[in-house]
C-alpha cells in the first residue's frame, strides 16, 4: 500500500535528520527476547481481557495485556491487542498490570510506552512524562519477532499506550 511505504519512509528520514537510527535506537530495558511465530502466537493467547467492540476489558488485582506492532492485515503503524487495532484498555485501578509488548515489524523497532499526555502527538513526539514502558524495540532479525514483558501498577485515571518512534503515534500509533 503506497501510504503505508509513505509513512515508514517519512519515520526513517525524521529519525535520520535528528541523528536517531531506527533500526540501532537502544532500548530503555535490556531483555528483549526472540521469539517464532509460533511462540507469538501462543504470547497473543495470553491475553486475559475481554473484547466489545473497541474496548478490551480486564478485571482481577492481575492482569496480562498483550500487545503487537505490527501483525500481518494490521495497518501500519498500529497496535493490536486481542485482535483489535488501537483499543481501549478498560483496567481496574492498583491491578497489577504485566504487559508483554511484540514486535514482529520487520522493519522497525517500536515502543509501547504509557503516558498521560493524550493526542495529537507531534511527529517528533516528545511525550512526558513517560510512566511506564518498554523503550525502543530492535528491529526483529530473519526468522524471529523482538518481545518483552514489563509491570505497570496504575493508579485511577485516564492513561494513553503510545509509540515513541518519530511519525508513529502522529500517524495512529496509540491506544
Known amino acids: 500500500h ?10 526513517t528520514i525524521l529519525a535520520a535528520a535528528l541523528g536517531i537510527s531506527t533500526a540501532m535506537a537502544a532500548p530503555l530495558d535490556t531483555s528483549w527476547k526472540m521469539a517464532t511465530l509460533p511462540q507469538v502466537k501462543a ?3 495470553k491475553d486475559s481481557g475481554k473484547v466489545s467492540g473497541k474496548t478490551v476489558t480486564y478485571s482481577g488485582k492481575t492482569v496480562h495485556v498483550v500487545a503487537a506492532a505490527v501483525l ?13 487495532k488501537n483499543p481501549t484498555l478498560d483496567i481496574p485501578a492498583g491491578a497489577n498490570v504485566d504487559i508483554t509488548f ?12 504509557i503516558t498521560k499526555k493524550g493526542p ?7 511525550i512526558d512524562p513517560i510512566i511506564a514502558g518498554t523503550g525502543f524495540s530492535p528491529v526483529p532479525k530473519s526468522g524471529g519477532f523482538g518481545y518483552t514483558d514489563f509491570t505497570w501498577r496504575p493508579a485511577a485515571g485516564t492513561y494513553y499506550y503510545v509509540c515513541q518512534i518519530p511519525g508513529h503515534a502522529a500517524t495512529g500509533m496509540f491506544g
Open 72 to 84: 500481518p492485515g494490521f495497518p501500519f503503524p498500529s497496535f493490536e491487542i486481542h485482535d483489535v
Open 120 to 126: 495529537p502527538y507531534a511527529v517528533m513526539p516528545v
Open 102 to 113: 511484540i514486535n514482529t515489524n520487520k522493519g522497525f523497532g517500536h515502543s509501547l510506552d
Open 43 to 45: 504470547l497473543l493467547a
Open 2 to 11: 503506497k501510504g503505508r511505504h509513505v509513512a515508514a519512509g517519512l519515520s
